[in-house]
């Protein structure tokens, strides 16, 4: 143990950058990373908004952060693909290697899973942290430690692509613009989607998503987002849509969405059950699929931001200094229109 500087949140509403004590010695299979860039994420900003999400409940102070970039600046026994210099993105979640779930692949959905920021593992908001290095990536030398820390965030996008089962030329309808639905839309597009019909309430988010080539936005406070699809599509309807708001609201008429055997990737996590039209769904053999962060996805996107075909900076909206990082919390919970991603930069 070693006592650090972090960004911990005490309780709800509470946060303090201070010294804690968190385990600094890299054992066997283990590297050590000096931080660079942290995002701020939903659901780090959800836990100092209301100190819980569904069943993990911040019960004592915790680290925030867990989309990050940096270098190595150790390597513990064992470890052959990673050396002192490389610089890396994480992966936030480590599973039993020997679980169920992981042998099945699905190593996201391993119930033992732990998962930086998430009661009571702590996050990455400290200048250094230990981890795996079978859940450390190098970064080629054109992806910054900017684009590093947002391979997080873009898995979840790859992960929805991937679950899409996307063929050349279809068409996908994304419903929001926040940071996921605009990674999930940029993902689908790089996965062969010919358009992605963007939807959301606020312009500013829109008019972020419209920077990329293929991206139809709709404001759903001007427009009928079904009509929209219907003359876009022929009155066939759309063949992927990605929820990606988690609002109560966009269920209620997703149905008016999907042509006949296309499919609804749920991404979006309501705070509660919402409802769903299964006669509608059966009817039009409505496949339906959903998204638990990623598995397999990091090598997948950063060979996609190496490749420079996917460009995920013009999201990151403003980044603030490791001593701002309180600030950074308070500009995410005012959720600003043209704010897509906060970054923090540790050095
Ligand atoms: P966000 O709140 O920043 O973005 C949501 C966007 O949806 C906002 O821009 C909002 O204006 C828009 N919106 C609200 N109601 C709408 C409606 N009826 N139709 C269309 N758009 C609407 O959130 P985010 O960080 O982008 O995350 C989006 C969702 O994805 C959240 O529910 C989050 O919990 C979830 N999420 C899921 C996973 C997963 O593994 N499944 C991972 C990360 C995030
Ligand atoms: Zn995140």
Partial sequence: MAKVRALVLERQHELALRDIELPMDTGPGQVKIRIHTVGVCGSDVHYYAHGKIGPFVV???MVLGHEAAGTIVEVGAGVTHLKVGDRVCMEPGIPDPNSKASR???YNVDPAVTFWATPPIHGVLTPEVV??????YRLPDNVSFAEGAMVEPFAVGMQAASKAKIVPGDTAVVLGAGPIGTMVAIAALAGGCARAIVADLA???LDIATRYQGVIPVNIREQSLSEEVARLTDGWGADIIFECSGAPKAWETIMELPRPGGVIVAVGLPV?????DISSASTKEIRIETVFRYAHQYERSIALLGSGRVDLKPLISETFGFEDSIKAFDRALEGRPSDVKLQIVME
Avoid at 272 to 276: E, L, M, S
């Fill in 272 to 276: 509660n059950p919402v409802g769903f």
């Fill in 59 to 61: 019960n004592a102070p």
């Fill in 131 to 136: 981890h795996p290095a079978n859940y450390t």
């Fill in 203 to 205: 312009q500013p988010k």
């Fill in 104 to 106: 099945l692949g699905m």
